[in-house]
């Protein structure tokens, strides 16, 4: 299938898009921003469609993945902002004088340790980090899910070595 028939194809199901958007979310708004990050995708992922299979099942494959990442990852950053709530006074006072500057020393040591990283091991740790499943990783990357596991794994090994010397301030933390 050439570029433009993939495009036309594409525009030609927006309308459908459009309810399948609004199925999910509700709001006009966020089915639009829906239905642009599927097209993105599609488009981005053009070499990935079989020609010859349901063109329009694919796209909304692409759609229901965007959801239901999209949410996960708001309800993980609804759910941190609701802890944060929750920390009371004594907590609060201890976080305060505890974490005078260690924080920014700790993330330029984080910021450095990622960047050790070898590419074929950092990508894929980003990814996962980012909300990303096995196989969504795996299918952007174009290698087998039981390579981005162990990328993943070693990735979290070779971090977990070179920020050593942060374990015993997170354990005397979580004492506290």
């Known amino acids: 299938m050439s ?13 459908s898009l459009q309810s399948f958007a609004f199925s999910f979310t509700r709001d006009n708004d966020d089915a639009n921003d829906l239905v642009q990050d599927t097209m ?24 229901k993945n965007t959801f239901i990442n999209n949410y996960r990852r708001n309800t993980r950053t609804n759910s941190i902002l609701t802890v944060t ?10 976080s305060a004088s505890v974490n ?3 924080g920014k020393f700790v993330m330029e040591d984080i910021y450095k340790a990622l960047g050790k990283l070898q ?3 950092y990508v894929p740790f980003l990814k996962y980090f980012e ?10 990357l174009d290698i087998p899910i039981g390579t ?16 050593k010397m942060h374990q ?8 506290a």
């Open 119 to 121: 590419p074929e091991y």
């Open 168 to 175: 015993q301030t997170v354990m005397d933390a979580k004492v």
């Open 100 to 102: 005078d500057s260690d």
């Open 3 to 15: 570029t433009n028939d993939f495009n036309c194809q594409l525009y030609s199901y927006k309308d």
């Open 40 to 63: 993105l995708k599609a488009i981005n992922y053009a070499e990935h469609f079989k020609p010859g299979t349901n063109f329009k099942a694919w796209l909304y494959t692409i759609m």
């Open 148 to 163: 981005v596991k162990t990328r993943i794994h070693v990735a979290r090994q070779l971090l977990k070595k070179s920020l």
């Open 131 to 140: 909300g990303y499943k096995y196989y969504e990783i795996a299918e952007q």
């Open 85 to 94: 709530d929750e920390i009371t006074s004594d907590k609060l006072h201890y």
